[in-house]
């Protein structure tokens, strides 16, 4: 049953309940999920609903689609490591919708030395900087400052963001017609200054973690870099890895 009440749209709740389900084995490989028709009437909601889950499984190489054939469970993909990480875009989309984010400030920046040393973007290009906080529902405190980098060629997106609380590459997408197809990430630590470690409430030079991804655009250009600074203690990074079978 979908939660009626949250932040998190319905086809990412859709599609997280169906990944659960084939990660547990309820679906294994090779077969067919449920039919549109069937996944409306058991979820309550649209065909359009359904449609978008499916792209998100699809995405996350999970299924397969053909038509007249319905959708199938596929064998995942297989790398160098022979490990493979569960974790997605979509799995950033759902976190960002079930915060709240306030925007501090938005303006146009020219990339100085600090600025690449931090981010790694050319010096002397120009990017629209977007400044905040993300909050949980019901707190006053912020859980981490909100660092964004657009891409000058989309920068349009700031006029949306004071109405805006959701996350902000899905935005660019929309607007520009453009997908993300990866997102790079990095953890580094850091120390919090007196300012911004009383705005998220703890002690100066308070551990940090700074969370710093990229997001390349399909023709390999990068559309926006975010960096995300929590308090060590309010911050835990999990990720699951299984050893991939051969399916030869």
Request: some cysteine.
């Amino acid at each position: 049953m979908l939660k009626e009440k949250t932040n998190v749209p319905l086809y990412v709740q859709v599609a997280r309940t169906l990944k659960e389900e084939i990660v547990a084995g309820v679906y294994p490989v090779g077969t067919l999920l449920p039919t549109e028709e069937a996944l409306c009437e058991r979820f309550s909601v649209s065909r359009y609903t359904v449609r978008e889950a499916l792209r998100i499984l699809r995405d996350d190489g999970l299924v397969a689609s053909r038509r007249g054939a319905g959708t199938s469970v596929i064998p995942p993909q297989s790398s160098r490591s022979g490990m493979r990480q569960v974790m997605s875009i979509n799995d950033l989309l759902e976190f960002a919708a079930a915060t709240k984010f306030e925007v501090s400030s938005i303006r146009m920046v020219t990339v100085n030395n600090k600025l690449h040393a931090r981010t790694g973007l050319q010096v002397g290009s120009e990017w629209l900087e977007i400044l905040g906080y993300r909050m949980k529902e019901n707190s006053a405190t912020p859980f981490c400052l909100a660092e964004y980098f657009v891409n000058r060629d989309y920068a349009s997106v700031g006029r949306l963001l004071q109405r805006h609380e959701g996350p902000i590459f899905p935005l660019i997408e929309d607007m520009f017609g453009i997908k993300v197809r990866e997102v790079q990430q990095e953890i580094s630590a850091t120390i919090l200054q007196p300012t911004l470690a009383d705005k998220l409430g703890v002690a100066t030079a308070s551990a940090a973690l700074e969370v710093q991804r990229s997001y390349i655009g399909s023709d390999n250009s990068i559309a926006q870099v975010t960096i995300n600074t929590h308090p060590g203690s309010r911050f835990k990074h999990c990720m699951t890895m299984r050893q991939v079978e051969s399916w030869i």
